[in-house]
């Protein structure tokens, strides 16, 4: 995403018109303080999942699921600029 769309994204997750599941927006706020790559992602998730659970276990199926519910928003957000574009559409 450009600049611009991770400015609009960001306002996408912390609408509460959007969603209401508060773990998706801390999981957002956590990603946006990280730079992420593909290797270590599993280690990454563990150290992401102690920052926004202190003194927890890891649960992997947790972070699977705020991940999924995470790119859906992404999706949704995709879906929307594009359908904001398509002015005929509206």
Do not use: N
């Not at 609009?8 to 957002?28: E, G, M």
């Amino acid at each position: 995403l450009s600049e611009s769309e991770l400015r609009k994204f960001d306002r996408w997750v912390q609408s509460p018109w959007v969603h209401q599941h508060a773990d998706t927006s801390r999981l957002w706020e956590e990603l946006k303080k990280d730079s992420i790559s593909g290797e270590g992602m599993e280690d990454w998730a563990q150290a992401l999942f102690a920052r926004m659970y202190p003194g927890e276990t890891f649960r992997d199926e947790q972070m699977r699921t705020l991940r999924k519910y995470l790119l859906r928003l992404l999706l949704d957000f995709l879906a929307h600029e594009q359908f904001q574009e398509e002015t005929y559409r509206k």
